[in-house]
């Protein structure tokens, strides 16, 4: 009887499981000594199906492409690509093969084991970890996995956790290095570093009183977890594997984008609030390099970012109102020197504070600043970027929105 004559709630049984089998997989285990995380397009043990997947090695994070090739039941094996860029592989040619991973499946895909064959042949031991939701078009393919990935956790929000995914959570979970305590009496952070991704990011370390880092931290490796994906990802496009064309030539070199080069800088940390600016110049692909430099103010309770309309209370969908605007004018234009006012009406500043003020917070001992600048600028106007108004919190306490004049001490 096929599966269309089946009653319904038989049939429909038979969609739920089949869906379930086709799911995403995610195992972990080793290669010889190395630990190792594998990601397979569906469960090794659902049918007799091809079967592909990505890998990469714990000490470095950076995805492998396993391609598809033939299987018979619960034996199977996969080709591991090599490195191939632009220039072996951009007019569609196939990617080398480094390895040929031979495996069979135990205990209803629960492990699995068998050799990587390349130079050497070295044993490999895989133990299942969980499947994670397939997309609207089922993934067969590396580069279905990959771009899974980028889609998926695109932009600084959303959270990489093991039930979003797997295989991205045990890639990110990664013991960092972590740095010197510094901040003040009150309030401390430190620098923490994946070695793999070599960028430091703060972590809150201690805050005097009764409030708990917890949520600001969850925010802060959030924000470090999606940099450092976008890093490796980056690096991983030298498998040709993980395009959906051919390799592109300013993407093929491996590289982490830039990433290893970015900075942040905590600004001012109380036990109430914490401001910090992430700089650097990232490129992975496209007409030109993301040059940035972004302030960020958190509400260190809840672990939420502050943005404009938070601060202030004169302000129209994010943007800064008109009592705001004249605020700022006429303190900068106090501040201004003569070189510098050039520049500004070349840039046409008084325009481009109405569109992208931002503000963030300096400490200076137990004093609070306010800094205003330019951020998010389009990239053919960057360079018009930058702070240009420093001063006391206390100075704009009669534009300061009730809860945000409390964060900062001002009530």
Not at 146 to 158: L, N, S
Not at 391 to 405: G, T
Request: net charge negative; glycine share 10%; with cysteine.
């Amino acid at each position: 009887m096929s599966v269309r004559n089946l009653p319904p709630l038989v049939g429909a049984l038979v969609f739920v499981v089949a869906a379930a089998q086709a799911e995403p997989v995610t195992y972990a285990g080793k290669i010889g000594s190395a630990d190792i995380v594998v990601e397979f397009t569906s469960g090794p043990s659902a049918s007799d199906g091809p079967l592909a997947g990505r890998y990469f090695y714990r000490s470095q994070g950076v995805d492998i492409p396993l391609q598809a090739r033939p299987r018979k039941g619960r034996r199977f094996e996969l080709a591991e690509e090599e490195v191939c860029g632009a220039e072996q592989c951009g007019n569609g040619q196939a990617a080398p093969v480094a390895a040929i991973w031979r495996l069979a499946s135990a205990d209803k895909g629960k492990t699995l084991e068998g050799t990587w064959n390349g130079k050497k042949t070295r044993p490999v031991k895989l133990t299942r970890i969980s499947a994670r939701e397939q997309t609207q078009t089922p993934a067969s393919r590396p580069f279905d996995l990959h771009d899974f990935t980028e889609t998926k956790f695109f932009g600084d929000d959303a959270p990489i956790t093991m039930e979003a995914s797997p295989y991205d959570y045990l890639r990110l979970d990664f013991a960092p290095k972590v740095g010197n305590k510094a901040g003040w009496p009150d309030a401390s952070y430190s620098y923490v570093v994946d070695p793999r991704t070599k960028f430091a990011m703060p972590r809150i370390v201690e805050l005097s009183g009764e409030t708990s880092a917890e949520a600001a931290n969850a925010l802060l490796q959030n924000r470090h977890w999606h940099a450092s994906l976008d890093a490796l990802n980056c690096a991983a496009l030298r498998y040709a594997g993980f395009y959906e064309g051919s390799p592109v030539a300013t993407t093929d070199d491996g590289t982490l984008g830039g990433y290893e080069d970015s900075t942040s800088e905590v600004t001012s940390l109380t036990p109430q609030l914490m401001s910090w600016r992430e700089s650097g110049s990232l490129f992975c692909g496209g007409a030109y390099p993301n040059n940035f430099s972004a302030a960020y103010t958190m509400d260190i309770r809840r672990g939420a970012l502050l943005g404009l309309q938070d601060m202030f209370t004169d302000t129209v969908n994010g943007k800064p109102g008109p009592s705001l605007i004249a605020f700022v004018d006429e303190r900068r234009k106090k501040r201004t020197e003569p070189t510098d006012a050039g520049f500004e009406a070349e840039c046409g500043t008084d325009e481009l504070i109405g569109e992208y003020l931002a503000a963030s917070v300096k400490r200076d001992g137990d004093t609070q600043r306010l800094v205003f600048g330019l951020q998010s600028l389009p990239h053919a106007i960057q360079v018009c970027g930058g702070d240009f108004l420093e001063l006391p919190a206390a100075d704009a306490s009669a534009l300061l929105k009730p809860e945000f004049a409390r964060l900062l001490g001002q009530l």
